[in-house]
């Protein structure tokens, strides 16, 4: 019989020319466990990297902590790199000058992060003017063309407008403009198609679809829903309480899920990637579906506090079945071929 695909400790993907590196990244407040708990991954050029997970899992935090816009009194370790540049204990000045011009957010509720009381067209033209030499008239034009480049026609009246005479899908097309027209390497888009009509859902996925290709951005999208994150990822990382439980390719994370929490979080989903998958037969393990427990293959000598293992192929799950010899067991052909 051969042999058990054999784990290895994670190594990182991407690592020479990754836009962004996170390492061991921790998020925590006062008095509190933590809420962000070790989490590592690259961003590569052109990638769309998905952080999955439920509501209270870390997504966000970890989106703020890339951005440097964690309250104060959160304590973060570990390291984020953009650039080779350092961005955990980065004074402010440095955070200031990646954001927006470097790494762009765009938020769920992308109204409440545009000013009010300021036209589109003064917004735009003050974050490319913060960004660049651009005169007031060349910023002018490049904004114009950053809001036909994200398929609004109607440029000239747009900028004139205030932002609750917009509606959300079109707030959050003049975000991703905003992102365009200060030249921003990394887009990050925080659950940005959740509060949108399906219909409109779609057309903000395949704009950033096209910017990704189009641009050389890469994109980090932060997301509950596997059947959005299936239409627009490449790789999706799975958090579950402030961990990543599961890495890998979307499509090949969703047809086969190695964590019981991935499955869970498939169970979920609606119509967009049809049925949900099936739960793999592991006949040698009793497989918990509780996604809270430590060890989710019920090994009495594990103590749960499992470490993310890479599979061959480079998937990587929380889960000590995957562990190199320790818990080997006879292997099924579903785990050989895997
Ligand atoms: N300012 C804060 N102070 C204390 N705890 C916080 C703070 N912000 C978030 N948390 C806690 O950190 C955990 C992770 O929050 P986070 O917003 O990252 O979750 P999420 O996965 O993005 O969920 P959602 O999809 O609902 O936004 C939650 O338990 C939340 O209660």
């Known amino acids: 019989m051969s042999a058990r695909p054999r784990s290895q400790p994670s190594t990182p993907r991407f ?31 052109r990638q769309v990297l998905a952080v999955a997970g439920q509501s209270g899992s870390g997504k966000s935090l970890t989106a703020m902590a890339i951005m440097g816009l964690l309250p104060h009194r959160a304590e973060v370790t570990g390291s984020i790199t953009f650039a080779g540049t350092e961005l955990v204990g980065a004074s402010e000045s440095v955070l200031a000058d990646v954001r ?15 000013n009010p009381v ?20 060349q910023a002018r034009e490049m904004a114009g063309d950053a809001l036909r480049e994200v398929k ?13 005479q917009l ?35 779609r057309d903000i996925l395949t704009l950033l679809e096209q910017l990704v290709r189009d641009r050389e951005m890469s994109c980090i999208f932060v997301s509950h829903d596997l059947g959005v994150i299936d239409e627009i990822a490449d790789h999706v990382a799975v958090m579950h309480t402030g961990q990543i439980v599961e890495f890998g390719p979307v499509r090949q994370t969703i047809a086969d899920p190695l ?20 739960v793999p037969v592991v006949p040698d393990h009793q497989a918990s579906t509780d996604p809270d427990r430590g060890c989710d293959w019920g090994h009495e000598d594990c103590d749960g506090d499992t470490e993310l293992f890479t599979l061959p192929g480079g998937r990587q799950v929380r889960s000590c079945l995957y562990a190199p010899q320790r818990y080997a067991p006879t292997p099924t052909m579903q785990e050989v071929t895997r």
């Open 15 to 45: 690592e020479g020319d990754a836009v962004l590196s996170v390492r061991d990244l921790r998020v925590a407040f006062p008095g509190a466990e933590p809420v962000v708990d070790g989490i590592s991954f690259d961003l590569a050029p």
């Open 118 to 137: 300021l036209t589109i067209g003064k917004q735009l033209v003050g974050a490319i003017r913060a960004n660049s030499d651009a005169s007031a008239s």
């Open 100 to 114: 927006g011009a470097e790494i762009a957010m765009v938020f769920q509720e992308t109204r409440s992060a545009l």
């Open 167 to 201: 509606s959300g899908g079109m707030c959050q097309r003049v975000v991703i403009a905003m992102a365009l027209a200060c030249g921003s390497r990394v887009l990050i888009a925080d659950e940005p198609t959740t509060a949108l009509d399906v219909s409109v859902q």
């Open 152 to 164: 609004i026609l109607d440029a000239d009246r747009v900028l004139e407008s205030y932002p609750h």
């Open 259 to 278: 964590h019981p929490y991935t499955r869970e979080l498939l169970s979920h989903l609606d119509s967009l990637v049809g049925e949900p998958a099936p």
